[in-house]
């Protein structure tokens, strides 16, 4: 299974930023997906995870209401929609993709990750 994140970059506070991620080599539309930070000198952490169908979603409480996760099955894609970005969001931005429909907030349980994309908020 590869997995290929993007769309991190720069943006001011307030701003958006939309990251994508392409999987490719299974079934993609089985699987739950979920997405994970990392920022300087802190430990991974979860941000939002989305199930098979894509009708059951979660999101890490410091994000909820700002971001949104989202799949299309027909393209092999998860995307995450990043609002009203803060100072703290900036980080690496990791997809990851587990053997199971259902979705987890718990690293541990994704067995699939993408390479990252830095997004950087600048105050």
């Known amino acids: 299974v590869q997995l290929q994140a993007s769309g991190g970059g720069l943006v001011q506070a307030g701003g958006s930023l939309r990251l994508s991620c392409a999987a490719s080599?299974?079934?993609?539309?089985?699987?739950?997906m979920g997405w994970f930070r990392q920022a300087p000198g802190k430990e991974r952490e979860f941000v939002a995870a989305?199930?098979?169908?894509?009708?059951?979603?979660d999101y890490a409480d410091s994000v909820k209401g700002r971001f949104t996760i989202s799949r299309d099955n027909g393209k092999t894609m998860v995307y995450l929609q990043m609002n009203s970005l803060k100072s703290e969001d900036t980080a690496v931005y990791y997809c990851?993709?587990?053997?199971?429909?259902?979705?987890?907030?718990?690293?541990?349980?994704?067995?699939?990750w993408g390479q990252g994309t830095q997004v950087t908020v600048s105050s």
């Open positions: 989305i199930s098979w169908s894509g009708g059951s979603t």
């Open positions: 080599g299974r079934t993609f539309s089985r699987y739950a």
């Open positions: 990851a993709s587990r053997g199971a429909t259902y979705i987890s907030t718990e690293m541990g349980a994704y067995e699939y």
